[in-house]
């Protein structure tokens, strides 16, 4: 028995040897996230804000050249990527949605793709089918700097539908 106890007492000494806290060793600092030219933060930042509609290009339903349309509007993108617009026409050659309502006005959430300079909207919800008007499921390439914004929608093949220039409102 005490043969028994010598050994275990043995075992657990070498084992406690075998633990022994190694020197503290830092973290490795790996700087901040990523905000330099051309990355998403930075890409949110510069959208970051409110913008008034400055021009609508349209490709009409059945085809053609695109065409001004109307309109006055504002687009809010905030913080948190919720993004609201509010747009106002009665231009005839705006979607029969867009110009049933006094205002046409959608929220949804943006997700950007900053190496395609994409932007799609997600979980949109507004006062008239956005299908209609917005086509939330249709990707948008976006073209930002401080002061102005653009937005050319495509269809599924690729080819621009809309065109939207917006500057930014200097609060």
Do not use: H
């Not at 949605?97 to 900053?114: L, M, Y």
Request: proline share 6%; net charge positive.
């Amino acid at each position: 028995m005490r043969r028994a106890r010598s050994i275990l007492v043995v075992v657990v000494a070498a084992v406690m040897a075998g633990c022994t806290a190694a020197p503290r060793q830092r973290a490795v600092g790996m700087g901040d996230v990523n905000a330099g030219p051309g990355s998403l933060e930075a890409i949110r930042r510069q959208l970051q804000g409110t913008w008034d509609l400055v021009s609508i290009e349209s490709a009409p339903e059945k085809g053609g050249p695109m065409v001004p349309v109307k309109a006055t509007g504002t687009l809010v993108y905030d913080e948190y990527a919720n993004l609201t617009i509010d747009a106002r026409t009665v231009d005839p050659n705006a979607p029969v949605a867009a110009r049933e309502v006094p205002t046409v006005s959608f929220k949804g959430r943006a997700t950007i793709d900053p190496v395609r300079k994409e932007l799609m909207l997600m979980n949109v919800t507004g006062n008239v089918n956005p299908n209609e008007v917005l086509s939330p499921d249709r990707r948008r390439r976006f073209e930002v700097d401080f002061e102005s914004l653009t937005l050319s929608s495509m269809n599924a093949n690729g080819e621009v539908t809309a065109v939207t220039r917006w500057r930014r409102r200097k609060e």
